[in-house]
């Protein structure tokens, strides 16, 4: 089973700043999500950040695509990688 990986964005600006560069970190996940790097991505509830689920990719190229995310201007993250042991069957594929 290969790791997955996590990075939880918390956010260093106000929410104005976040709103206003948000259609641009939208459209640069969007590429991701195209190229099958990315499996789920989503805001925080209450909206502190968010979280950004890699898809079958090196921690090193995670790092990569955060570094190079417009919201490195707006938040900062935290990577957490874990080997999955338990899952649900729809995932088979996704993440193996």
């Given amino acids: 089973m290969q790791n997955m990986l996590i990075a939880i964005l918390t956010y260093t600006k106000p929410l104005e ?49 955060l570094k190079n995310d417009p919201f490195t201007k707006v938040s900062e993250h935290t990577i957490i990688e874990f080997t999955p042991s338990l899952y649900d069957d729809c995932l088979r594929g996704t993440i193996l």
């Fill in 17 to 65: 700043e976040i709103d206003a560069i948000l259609p641009k970190h939208q459209q640069y996940l969007q590429k991701l999500f195209d190229q099958k790097k990315l499996l789920v991505c989503g805001r925080l509830n209450p909206r502190t950040g968010g979280v950004i689920i890699a898809k079958n990719i090196s921690r090193e190229e995670f790092e990569k695509i």
